[in-house]
């Protein structure tokens, strides 16, 4: 999509949405530039919403932000992608940063939380360093599981005197009708709990069923030990 035909839909979809919940913003912008997550690679960012600094430095101002939408991220991203949704990913993007206005405004940050804990399950997953607890900014499940970034964490704590046999052979372990099994463990990651290990599992309903997560993960926990979370 051209960048004339882009800030075109991108407003039309912006003006669409009720003028109660657009109070506040004080610019909407298209850059036709890009954007990325310097810590990642190929991490384009569509757009973000950032305070109106100018504004909220008088006193007493109330909350107000500009949002902007990057047209060249959107380029790179729909270069690889023949199926590129333009209006789809368009309209996701404003809502997306519209909600972090509004939350703001609120007094909260519920996505801004959930976008941090995005950026901590990605650097566990390209071996960048993580926070060790960052699975616990999710859905708690009960019984040591948390739904995280479309994920399954299973918390699992092992006795001490079985940590060694994690190297020897592949371990089960069971959370309701979920069995993970994780393979495994390299000798030289054992002295460095916890460990998030990526696990197969299956389910009591079937490999069919329709399921809130997309991969379990194992965080494994060597017992007797002091953990600060």
């Known amino acids: 999509m051209e960048l004339s035909d882009f ?40 757009g973000w919403c950032e305070p109106d600094d100018a504004i909220m430095a008088i006193p007493g101002a109330p909350v107000t932000s500009r949002i902007t939408l990057f047209h060249g991220s959107f380029v790179n991203i729909a ?3 023949p199926d590129f949704d333009w209006d789809g990913e368009l309209w996701e993007t404003i809502r997306h940063e519209l909600q972090h206005h509004l939350e703001w405004r609120a007094g909260d940050d519920h996505l801004g939380d959930e976008d941090d804990l995005q950026d901590e399950n990605e650097r566990r997953v390209t071996g960048l360093p993580f926070a060790p607890d960052f699975h616990r900014m999710g859905l708690a499940l009960g019984d040591g599981a948390w739904l995280a970034d479309g994920d399954l964490f299973l918390e699992v704590v092992v006795p001490s005197k079985a940590w060694p046999a994690l190297a020897l052979a592949p371990s089960t372990h069971r959370w309701g009708a979920v069995e993970a099994v994780v393979d495994p463990i390299p000798e030289d990651l054992l002295g460095d709990p916890p460990i998030f290990a990526d696990a197969d599992f299956t389910t009591a309903d079937g490999p069919d069923a329709l399921l809130p997560w997309h991969d379990v993960v194992v965080v494994l926990r060597r017992g007797g030990r002091w953990w600060p979370w």
């Open 7 to 46: 800030a075109r839909r991108a407003l039309e979809h912006y003006n669409a949405i009720p003028a109660r919940f657009r109070e506040g913003v004080s610019a909407f912008v298209v850059d036709p530039g890009s954007r990325s997550n310097e810590e990642f690679e190929e991490s384009w960012i569509y």
């Open 79 to 81: 270069a690889d992608d």
